[in-house]
């Protein structure tokens, strides 16, 4: 007897795994009758275990075994066609012409239809999903120097942005933005590892097997009130049944800036800039001429330094990565344990992290109708880097501020400063920032959970998930006592930092906790064979805390002890808790007719305890249709299309991304006074609080289409999508008349959010050769509407503009002459003159130009989150040889710098080349920059316009990696079934026309370089 | 094994996870109380009353000693200070960020005391303690309003707990701010104690403070009569104890703190969660003399200005001017208030480079409000100055008295002997102002006196401004004889159409929807 099914593929499992182990166990009980055998390999001739095989047009289904082997009874052996199908791979119909012994090859799928994916609390098939979702697989992971999750998805997915502003090591995280930017606070999208609400950084990217993105409505509305910015779902990697398999990969490399800012290091060449802009605006020079010609004359280097701070403090860093995993199984249970070890210096000098990762799994089916999983991961992670300003991602502006005369040590071994008047009071010694004092943080990271399901009747499905993660971290920040000398005469010159002065050593402590449990009931049943009905109903609970606490001390004998046991005065604590809470309900109803015609819809109902009784629930549908269009008849007899599905979907989502407790008004502790030298608490309303606020909702539309062309070697997928955000949670801006008051959360204003995007993808094998090349692109803009009360700001949040707009005078160009000053609109204050910024005259106090520039004159002049991003693949592989090549990118966008890197002589710092011989003078009057005038002088070149306002667009090549497969005639020779060697280069190529550094960082604000990554190594199996 | 089992693990699970409990979502802050819980027991409204003083903080730290950096008495060299654009006339509305200290910290401080005051009718606790703590919290709200009348004008009357409502309040005429001043003060002055206070209640407003405050207001805006008499009241207030502290220097020194000559200070201490930085800002940029920064220093300009020892002015020709320093035999304050070239500074001798240029950029440094001083003393680290800031003391009302008195009545008997007891104490010999001076020459004598005396306390950039000798003081350049700066000239610029007030931070007007609108000129 066979235990037959129509459409095996309708039953949606959890898990692939599980539906593998599922089936082995239904052939190995079942199997008994034979009338036509057979065996199913892959390409390579191996054999495919968990194959469904079919008869056409009968309600016939066996599945192979772990040898790949099947057994089926059939009607007419001369004329039934075999129908095999299997995740990944193409389906393949047989005719058996009388053979009852057949092997069949089964081709590996070029586009993704049999894919299983994961979405919410579930799988679906792709060709069934009627949402947009990308997957990204862990092939595209494989073998990068990916240091954070977060990183994997950069260039690889169409409407997901991924813009990494710091490369420094363990804080290297990139933010993900799914369909641009809808919302005017946290837009980050939920993240979800292996069932639970979790982050990027709390896994080794070694582990992911796959990452779905939920870019719409109809797939993200399953999680409700967090999903409005889309939902990246991750799954680990779990064992397969098998002989236990090692996994090895080491990979060792470099890492340096992607670009570091070009300072002037000649010290007479800065001496004499910095007189010229003194000259610039009439005053006298600063650096005599014996001063500068004393420098000239000058041999000992550490006297007369002309030192390149950048080249001291920046340097190449060594990175290494080693995976080991342990994988297998028996029909019942399968494992897997994966260790991980990164060792990552940073390109500032002395900065570490290192990662230690340990992942453990086990699946097991119990009993016909009962499975069970655990899923244990581990991450131990610590960071060193300067304890100056709290962190090393100052130190471009740290180096920036020390000029070129600041000496590296005195003749004694003693810090320098220098023996040149210099302009500012505070001589710091870079040396002293990265080689003394301790900043270490350590962080842990533990996701444990486990489920498991019951199938008491055929078709219903009871899952339990429960898990909990936990986190904790500590800080150690020892700040040293360090004095700068002059190199000349030996004096001790200024003490290192602001203060405090004397040595002081900040504990900190912090954990948090996040319990969830699930669970859902589902069931799938086919009527009347064209209808296929799956219902799903669940229940979620979810519960935070958190704790810190920080300890500070003072009064250390040396910078060498560092413990608060060391330290003697002024001891000082501080610490507090907080929680939060989530409940929710919801239901999923998926029906299909003839797997022609799809309907899903979705509800959920969140209450969160960050809003008031009244407030706290909300009720977030969805709908989605899909027309598989290639299943009609009238597409049966053409070989273009080999797929052709339109869907549609309609959704709410929600966003409760703000503080704990916006509605519940409060009194603060710790305004203190002092009286007769007694410190006396006290209590003061410091924020207003809001009883109103509710669930931001989004509503989004969707419209695509999936198209796959010549038995799937090129697909196309499309879609169109619109999203209107409503009531968005964002504090507001009030006048500080308000008591100073901190402000309150509401629900200001409305976004709209809309675009298309593209993805297509090619892959072809020609003879030996396999290629595969990829291009996705998001084209989105966002609008804000119904906002409240305009923000004002240099960014701007104002009904029919970008998000954050930049806002401020709009630069036309540089003054020429004395006439054109003259007759051209300027600012009240300051002298402008021939070789300054004009700029643009649009109004005044009285609503028209008014020759005066100032506040009234501020107008939109950019956006700070592109148009456009896009992405695009290559893959080639030849006989061993495998190449690929990731690419990247934004435009339309801008940023706004400013600060150390782009002001000359910035509160005393330096000035970049740029500047050198680019400045307007009466002879150099087409040069980009105006006169050379320092910072701090009274013009207005330097204020907030639209001259230093960038164009940040930028394409880059994310990573080429070639490698090399050995082959396993030579493998097999030393007991090992697979050895791969490879070369890697992450960010070697960036085009842009954005001045400064990094684009990609000028985007995020940060001031820690993104690194150029330069890696080889090796995989090896066994 | 039966399924059955797993159906009761599954519900347990989920039984476990609280499911059941309804108040999973009960959750508040932990560390802040609820306002429906306060404001029931006197301990309630002490805490209540201090979070109202601790916006002291807020208009003095970063305030009190850099406003005569705005005048030619002291010169600032870092604009990122908040304070060098003011003096050069650059100020925006949207800053530097001096400008918006005094703003903040006293709307910070309207409100709290807004909120204290509309709560405090509901505490039940003892009678008299409640109306003085409610005299100390109006005190507070009309110190807070005058500094902001003074500095802005015309400001927004809030009376009220912060309110939402609030953020489109125009401004208010300045002369009904000015009422309300002094409706509180008048208020303030019926409850509050004349006896000095004791223990930890050293440091809360008097009835004293309560009448200087009012005196200065009225002072400010010319009332001559009723500030002088305001004065008086003072100066006659039995019980309180006011007298001149014996030392001028010894004024501005730790040990003497809350001495009688002290109406009402804000109270800093030393441990850094109250504290200042003034000796880092004061003190001398020279690792070797104090950890300090020379933020604010003494003019050459003003340091010209001290008379002799015996109260004439200094001339070369001055039988007492000294040929080989011109700043020897002068009034003894000078040595009590400034470094200069030729004394020690913490032990050392005063910096001076290779081409004689003393100290940092103006050539002197200031010893007022610092614990440095011509012997070696213990460095102060920054954020632990602890020595308190005065604002409101005896000679100052003395020569408020002798202003008021003498532009209403003329320089009687009174005037002269007001003075006369402010240069007594400060060493001059003889102290008294020669006798028959003019109306007018007598009102020379109080400006130049409350110049010399107040230096470095932040009460010359107001006085200029109503004298209205700011288009003069304040709109030229100031030499700079520092060896950083030599021969420098600093220019200020001042224009009396609009320079006489701060600009309006920009942030209000932007976030009133334009219901605040600026201050002309800017």
């Given amino acids: ?331 019942a249970t399968q494992y897997m344990v994966s260790l991980g070890y990164l060792d990552q210096n940073g390109i500032v000098k002395n900065d570490n992290s290192k990662r230690y990762s340990a992942l453990v799994n086990l699946n097991s089916r119990i009993s016909k109708a009962v499975d069970f999983g655990i899923n244990m991961n581990l991450i131990h992670q610590t960071q060193n880097q300067s304890w100056y300003n709290g962190s090393s991602n100052g130190m471009i502006t740290e180096v920036m501020r020390a000029l070129p005369m600041y000496g590296t040590y005195t003749s004694t071994g003693q810090y320098a400063g220098t023996w040149v008047n210099v302009i500012n009071a505070q001589i710091n010694n870079p040396y002293s920032m990265v080689d003394e004092g301790l900043n270490r943080g350590i962080g842990n990271l533990m996701q444990g959970s486990g489920f498991f399901n019951v199938e008491p009747i055929k078709g219903l499905k009871w899952n339990v998930t429960g898990g909990l993660n936990y986190g904790d971290g500590q800080g150690e920040v020892f700040d040293p006592l360090i004095y700068v000398f002059n190199p000349l005469t030996g004096a001790q010159q200024n003490q290192v930092g602001n203060g405090p002065p004397s040595r ?450 930028y394409t880059r090549i994310k990573n080429i990696q070639v490698g090399y497969t050995i082959p396993q005639s030579i493998t097999e020779k030393i007991k090992l079934k697979y050895v791969r060697i490879y070369v890697n280069a992450q960010n070697p190529f960036t085009f842009t026309k954005f001045q400064g550094l990094d684009p990609e960082s000028a985007v995020g604000g940060s001031q820690y370089p993104n690194m150029k990554v330069f890696t080889g190594g090796i995989t090896v199996r066994f | 094994m039966k399924p059955y089992k797993y159906y009761i693990v599954g519900v347990l699970l989920i039984m476990m996870s609280g499911s059941c409990k309804k108040d999973v979502f009960n959750l508040s802050p932990t560390d802040k109380l609820s306002p429906a819980s306060f404001w029931k027991t006197s301990s309630d409204a002490s805490a209540g009353l201090t979070g109202c003083y601790s916006n002291l903080w807020d208009i003095t730290e970063e305030v009190l000693p850099y406003m005569d950096v705005l005048t030619p008495n002291a010169y600032s060299n870092y604009p990122w200070e908040g304070w060098q654009a003011i003096a050069w006339g650059n100020a925006t509305s949207n800053g530097p960020g001096g400008i918006t200290y005094i703003w903040q910290g006293a709307y910070s401080g309207i409100g709290r005391t807004n909120v204290f005051l509309a709560n405090i009718g509901n505490v039940s606790m003892d009678a008299t303690l409640k109306a003085r703590m409610t005299g100390e919290a109006k005190f507070l709200r009309a110190l807070y309003y005058f500094n902001l009348i003074n500095y802005y004008g015309d400001v927004p009357l809030i009376l009220t707990p912060p309110d939402i409502s609030q953020a489109k309040q125009p401004r208010t005429p300045v002369a009904q701010v000015r009422q309300q001043i002094l409706k509180d003060l008048d208020d303030a002055a019926s409850v509050l104690p004349a006896q000095p206070y004791t223990g930890s209640d050293i440091g809360r407003a008097t009835k004293g403070a309560a009448l200087t405050l009012k005196a200065k207001v009225l002072l400010y805006n010319g009332q001559w009569t009723d500030a002088a008499a305001a004065a008086q009241s003072v100066m006659t207030l039995s019980g309180s104890g006011y007298a001149l502290f014996p030392s001028y220097r010894g004024l501005f020194l730790p040990a003497n703190e809350n001495n009688n000559e002290v109406i009402f200070d804000v109270q800093f201490e030393s441990t850094g969660k109250y504290s200042s930085s003034w000796d880092t800002y004061l003190g001398l940029y020279n690792a070797s003399y104090t950890p300090g920064w020379s933020s604010i220093e003494p003019t050459q300009d003003f340091v010209d200005t001290y008379d002799m020892k015996d109260g004439s002015t200094y001339s070369a020709a001055n039988p007492l001017a000294d040929p080989t320093d011109k700043y020897n035999n002068r009034d003894p304050r000078l040595d009590q208030t400034i470094f200069r070239k030729g004394v020690n500074y913490n032990g050392l001798p005063y910096p001076v480079d290779s081409k004689g240029f003393a100290g940092i950029y103006t050539g002197f440094s200031f010893k007022k409000y610092t614990v440095y001083d011509n012997a070696p003393t213990p460095m102060v680290s920054y954020q632990k100055s602890y020595i308190n800031g005065i604002l409101l003391r005896y000679a100052d009302v003395l020569l408020m008295y002798a202003e008021a008195q003498n532009e209403a009545v003329g320089p009687d008997a009174s005037v002269y002997d007001a003075i006369r007891q402010v240069r007594q104490r400060a060493g001059i010999n003889p102290p008294n102002l020669p006798a028959g001076l003019s109306q007018s020459q007598m009102r020379d004598r109080i400006m130049h006196e409350r110049r010399i005396e107040f230096v470095g306390e932040g009460l010359y950039f107001s006085d200029v401004r109503r004298w209205k000798t700011a288009n003069v003081e304040l709109n030229r350049a100031v030499q700079l004889n520092g060896s950083y700066k030599a021969g420098v000239m600093d220019v200020r610029k001042y224009d009396p159409n609009k320079n006489n007030l701060f600009p309006i931070p920009q942030h209000e007007i932007d976030n009133s929807q334009n219901a605040i609108k600026q201050n002309p000129g800017y």
């Fill in chain 1, 1 to 331: 007897m066979l235990k037959t099914k129509k459409e095996t593929y309708m039953i949606k499992l959890r898990q692939t795994l599980i539906l593998l182990c599922f089936l082995f166990y239904t052939v190995t009980l079942y199997a008994q009758t034979q009338a036509v055998t057979g065996t199913v390999t892959d390409n390579t001739g191996a054999a495919l275990a968990g194959v469904t095989v079919g008869v056409k047009g009968k309600k016939l289904v066996a599945v192979t075994d772990a040898n790949g082997r099947f057994s089926i009874t059939i009607g007419n052996v001369a004329t039934d066609v075999l129908v095999l199908s299997y995740v990944g791979f193409q389906k393949r119909e047989v005719s058996l012409n009388g053979q009852n012994n057949i092997t069949v090859l089964l081709q590996p799928a070029t586009g993704n239809l049999g894919e299983v994916v994961v979405v919410g609390y579930g799988t679906q098939k792709r060709a069934d999903l009627t949402g947009a979702v990308s997957t990204i697989k862990a092939d595209v992971l494989n073998d990068r120097p990916i240091t954070d999750a977060s990183q994997a998805l950069s260039g690889t997915a169409s409407g997901v942005w991924v813009n990494q502003s710091s490369g420094q090591p363990g804080s290297d995280g990139a933010n993900i933005l799914i369909r641009g930017v809808g919302t005017l606070g946290n837009s980050y999208p939920l993240v979800i590892v292996d069932g639970l609400i979790s982050s990027m950084g709390s896994v080794n990217p070694s582990d992911i097997a796959s990452i779905t993105v939920l870019k719409d409505a109809a797939s993200a509305a399953i999680y409700g009130s967090r999903a409005a910015n889309g939902v990246v779902l991750i799954q680990t990697k779990r064992g397969k049944k098998g002989a236990p398999q090692f996994d090895f990969t080491t990979s060792f490399g470099s890492q340096k800036a992607t670009d570091l800012p070009h300072q002037v290091t000649n010290s007479v060449q800065y001496m004499n800039l910095y007189n010229q802009a003194l000259a610039n605006q009439g005053q006298p020079a600063f650096f005599t001429p014996s001063t500068i010609s004393k420098y000239q004359d000058g041999k000992d280097p550490l006297i007369y330094p002309n030192n390149d701070w950048f080249s001291l403090i920046f340097g190449p860093a060594y990175i290494n990565d080693n995976n080991l995993k342990i994988s297998g199984g028996t029909d």
């Fill in chain 1, 504 to 953: 002081s050593l900040t504990d900190s402590y912090s954990n948090n906790l996040r319990t969830t449990l699930y669970s859902t009931l589902s069931y799938t049943k086919t009527i009347a064979t064209d209808h296929s009905i799956t219902a799903l109903i669940g229940y979620n609970q979810e519960q935070y805390s958190q704790r810190s606490f920080q300890s500070y001390t003072e009064g250390f004998q040396t910078n060498s002890l560092t413990e608060l046991n060391a330290g003697s005065t002024n001891p000082q604590v501080a610490g507090t808790s907080s929680a939060y809470a989530i409940r929710s309900y919801f239901g999923r109803l998926n029906y299909a007719f003839k797997d022609k015609y799809l309907l899903e819809a979705n509800l959920r109902s969140d209450g969160s305890s960050r809003f008031a009784a009244n407030k706290r629930w909300g009720f977030f549908p969805s709908f989605s249709a899909g027309w598989r269009v290639i299943e009609e008849s009238f597409l049966k007899d053409q070989n273009i299309f080999s797929n052709l599905k339109l869907r549609a979907s309609w959704g709410r989502l929600g966003n409760d991304q703000i503080g704990l407790y916006g509605y519940i008004p409060t009194l603060s502790l710790g305004s203190l006074y002092d009286f007769n030298s007694q410190i006396t608490g006290g209590v003061a309303q410091t924020a207003l609080s809001n009883p109103n606020i509710t669930w931001e909702t989004s509503t989004k539309k969707d419209a695509g289409v999936e198209m796959g062309f010549f038995q799937n070697k090129l697909s196309v997928e499309a879609d169109y999508f619109d999203e209107q955000r409503s009531g968005i949670l964002q504090t507001l801006n009030i006048p500080w008349i308000i008591g100073n008051l901190t402000p309150p959360t509401v629900n200001l204003a409305g976004v709209n959010n809309r675009g298309w995007e593209l993805s297509t993808n090619y892959s072809q094998n020609i003879g030996k050769l396999k290629f595969n090349v990829g291009f996705n692109v998001t084209h989105v803009r966002n609008k804000v509407t119904n906002v409240l009360t305009p923000q004002i700001g240099t960014n701007v949040i104002e009904d029919g503009q970008p998000i954050n707009a930049f806002y401020m005078v709009k630069a036309t160009g540089i003054f020429q002459t004395q006439q054109e000053v003259d007759k051209s609109a300027k600012p009240a204050t300051n002298t402008t003159a021939p070789g300054d910024i004009k700029y643009q005259d649009i109004s005044g106090p009285n609503g028209k130009p008014d020759g005066v520039i100032d506040d009234n004159d501020r107008q939109i002049v950019g956006k700070p989150i592109p148009t456009w991003t896009y992405g695009a693949n290559l893959s080639a592989a030849y006989q061993g040889v495998d190449v690929s090549v990731l690419l990247q990118g934004v435009a339309d966008v801008q940023s706004y710098v400013g600060g150390n890197l782009y002001f000359p002589f910035f509160n005393g710092a330096g000035i970049t080349t740029n500047w050198v011989g680019n400045t307007w003078t009466p002879t150099n009057t087409t040069a980009a920059l105006p006169r050379l005038l320092q910072y701090n002088a009274a013009t207005n070149n330097y204020m907030t316009s639209s001259f230093w306002l960038q164009n940040a667009s």
